[in-house]
């Protein structure tokens, strides 16, 4: 392994505040619940304190939002277009700085938010904005649904922001938005950036909180589309609470998906796909290949450079440039990693790290693989929201597909092969939302992303993401 | 002397079968005047999940079938209705010249539904223009195994719910209006004889607020549609019971449903999934 010197970003580029407020109706607010802290996941330090919407806190949100849909939605489409192109420009302008932010709050490294999350936040925006005014075309009517109430995690804290405010703001609804408790600060940003834009008070609200404050935004009457992403778990209760209700919901939940290689794949480029695949953002992502299916002829071969491969990975600080593999983003899911891998272990599944030095202070976790994992196997079968993979195998491709299917996700799945006509059959068999053939974990605005069965439903992104947001 | 008719036994459909219920239950159905007209099937939580077993069964022949051929068979499911026409306005409890516009209607459905097979792929899926090099399709797949409560119309209203769902290729189990289910078990029999494999419709009469929530619960079940359902409880009930697997849910369409109007594309698209494919290119 190269060695490198540090090579940190500068944290200078971002102006913490001590203290953060809601933001509705345009104007940060005093929150009633109980201030929380957000932390530095990779070293513990207090990064702010932030405020914590009560029921009636959300309940002046959604009023406000309520109050502003009207004109909003009055606007020619032309003129919301506008406005999404301005945020989507000032994204760009303080890509940087949001980039930054992100690490800190959310412990990715500084080249996955720098490179990937930013750039994809700004384009979102510009993708729907281009929307706006051409929804006569889309085929799903023109007609917004009203309020929105926005639920998103801590994984992507911005771009799932942006995933679910830009289509929803270029239908003309307007958005009572929860960003995840460990992750408020880039989004408490974008509310700062929607007032430099000049977006009309109440369009975008901004309610931080834990699971009671996204409870009472789902919950709230006057809210007529929900939108989540997060854990299938908290998506069952959603759905139940707004069984019998008016609202549209659209759910994006957990996976476990199968990222597949037959033994004429070539070696190299999976096994970069595999690593891309499980331990891009440390694993959290809700769409992670975290079941390696690998043809049992190369099993030996390509679990030999796929540790190769995990031995040059860099683990640490998520500032510095050289970084591969950032913090975890909670002690909470460190734990629930944590006690994964251990009944990986007592179920009998073989763990494997590499020689990894974890620093002191702050949540880490190495990246891990087992092998020998039966398909009955906890780690074959939970979604772990980690650098953790498990190693099945398979003969034919029939039987891998039958493995890659058996489980109740159904979000992704990424095939590795030479043979074109295999890849289309495999793609065709495998009941998955997306399906990455020869490459993994890629992402576009233009892109339609969400789940089968169990991995929620509704789409984001694409021509598909404005049915979610229009009242067909 | 005038002859005595040999009437029907009305039974279940489920497997491409005609059981009559485990439950060895059945309920008398009348005419809008209160005349006997037979004794339904009354099915059981049993019938219900053979049911479900049935149309999981024939989800991967008929979802893999191709929609040229699922077209095909629509169209026959037409042409066999067509040819019962008489014999299904006598089981509507309508007028004869308005059920024989309804019996008409029903066909004509069939026919619509049918030529969508081949097209809602190209109305409904996209060629995604990714930034990068990257060839990127997203193309609608059936959603799996679908229940469905029918409205009260009950031939008309029962197509419409049954074509759009099937011609996409899910399967389903379709509960049929409670009070007027013959018309449902006629219809069977169209279906058993025009190709469609069986397990891809399976019909159960008998009371939908026993028989709905078992679907709705049914881990096996991947989306439900409370079309029929009119009682605002049960259809709470039911919505929440498809929490537990994130079935995709149809609430219930008001009564009265016009059913002769439009039907667009949404009972289709609502149980289609979206999968999109992404490739390098390169040489």
């Known amino acids: ?472 | 002397m005038s002859r005595l008719a040999v009437r029907k036994t009305y039974k279940l459909f489920i497997g491409g079968a005609f059981p009559r219920s485990e439950s060895g239950r059945s309920y008398a159905v009348t005419s809008p005047d209160g005349d006997f007209l037979a004794n339904a099937a009354r099915a059981s939580r049993k019938d219900a999940r053979d049911a479900v077993v049935a149309a999981r069964k024939a989800f991967p022949g008929w979802s893999g079938a191709t929609a040229y051929n699922r077209g095909q068979i629509l169209y026959r499911v037409a042409e066999m209705l067509e040819g019962r026409r008489a014999q299904l306005a006598g089981e509507l409890g309508l007028g004869r010249a308005e059920a024989l516009a309804s019996v008409d209607a029903a066909v004509d459905r069939l026919v619509w539904y049918a030529g969508w097979s081949d097209k809602i792929a190209a109305v409904h899926g996209t060629a995604n223009p990714v930034a990068g090099p990257y060839f990127n399709l997203s193309s609608p797949e059936p959603t799996g195994v679908v229940a469905l409560v029918a409205p009260a119309d009950p031939l008309l209203g029962l197509v419409s719910v049954v074509a759009p769902v099937i011609v996409t290729g899910n399967t389903c189990v379709v509960v049929a209006s409670e009070p007027s289910p013959l018309a449902a078990i006629t219809f069977a029999e169209v279906l058993a004889t025009s190709d469609l494999p069986g397990g891809v419709v399976n019909v159960l009469t008998g009371r939908q607020a026993e028989l709905a929530p078992w679907l709705a619960a049914h881990m096996d079940v991947n989306a439900l549609d409370l079309t029929g359902v009119t009682d605002a409880d049960l259809a709470l009930r039911c919505e929440q019971e498809a929490a537990g697997n994130l079935k995709r849910v149809l609430r219930p369409v008001p009564e009265p449903a016009d059913w002769t109007a439009d039907p667009g594309l949404t009972r289709m698209t609502r149980f289609l999934e979206t999968k999109t494919v992404w490739h390098p290119l390169g040489v």
């Open chain 1, 1 to 472: 392994m190269f060695e490198y010197a540090p090579a940190p970003e500068s944290r200078e580029i971002v102006d913490l505040r001590p203290s953060y407020g809601l933001f509705i109706d345009g104007e940060f607010t005093e929150g009633s619940g109980p201030a929380f802290k957000t932390v530095n996941p990779a070293t513990e330090e207090t990064l702010a304190e932030v405020a914590c919407a009560s029921a009636d806190d959300v309940d002046r949100a959604v009023r406000a939002a309520r109050k502003a849909f009207g004109g909003w939605s009055g606007l020619p489409g032309s003129e919301r277009a506008k406005y999404l192109f301005r945020i989507a420009r000032i994204i760009q302008e303080r890509a940087r700085e949001l980039a930054v932010l992100e690490s800190l709050d959310n412990g990715k490294p500084i080249r996955e938010s720098r490179d990937v999350d930013l750039p994809l936040v700004a384009a979102h925006f510009f993708y729907y904005a281009g929307w706006a005014d051409k929804l006569q075309y889309a085929g799903f009517g023109t007609k917004p649904l009203g309020v929105a109430g926005q639920v998103i995690p801590w994984n992507f804290p911005l771009l799932m922001l942006a995933w679910k405010v830009a289509p929803a703001l270029a239908c003309g609804n307007t958005v009572v938005l929860k960003p995840a408790e460990t992750t408020p600060l880039t989004a408490l940003l974008f509310a700062e950036i929607s007032r430099q834009a000049e977006l009309p008070p109440g369009v975008v609200n901004i309610v931080t909180g834990a699971g009671e404050t996204g409870a009472a935004v789902v919950a709230h009457p006057e809210v007529d589309k929900v939108a989540f992403t997060g854990s299938t778990e908290v998506g069952r209760l959603i759905a139940r609470t707004v069984a019998g209700t008016g609202k549209k919901v659209t759910l994006e939940l957990g996976g476990k998906a199968a990222n597949i290689v037959f033994d004429d794949a070539p070696i190299d480029q999976a096994v970069e796909g595999i690593v891309n695949g499980i331990f891009f953002n440390q694993g959290h992502v809700c769409c992670a290949g975290s079941r390696l299916l690998v043809q049992e002829s190369v099993q030996e071969e390509l679990l030999a450079a796929l540790k190769r491969r995990l031995g040059t990975l860099r683990l640490g600080d998520p500032l510095d440039k050289n970084t591969d593999i950032g913090a975890i983003n909670s002690a909470e899911q460190l734990a629930r990693i944590r006690s994964l891998s251990e009944a990986g272990e007592s179920e009998g599944a073989e763990r494997w790290s590499p020689a990894c030095e974890l620093p002191e202070r702050g949540f880490w976790f190495p990246p891990t693989l087992f092998t020998g994992v039966a398909q009955s196997h906890t780690i074959a079968r939970e979604e772990i929201f980690g650098p953790v993979l498990s190693v099945l195998t398979f003969r034919t491709p029939a039987e891998a597909v039958e493995k890659a299917n058996n489980t109740p996700y159904g979000l992704s799945a990424g095939v590795w092969t030479e043979k074109g006509s295999r890849i289309l059959w495999m793609a065709e068999r495998l009941r998955a939302g997306v399906v990455w053939a020869n490459t993994f974990n890629k992402f576009d605005p233009a892109s339609p992303f969400g789940g089968y069965k169990e991995s929620g439903y509704g789409r984001e992104g694409g021509l598909h993401g404005l049915e979610a947001y229009l009242d067909v």
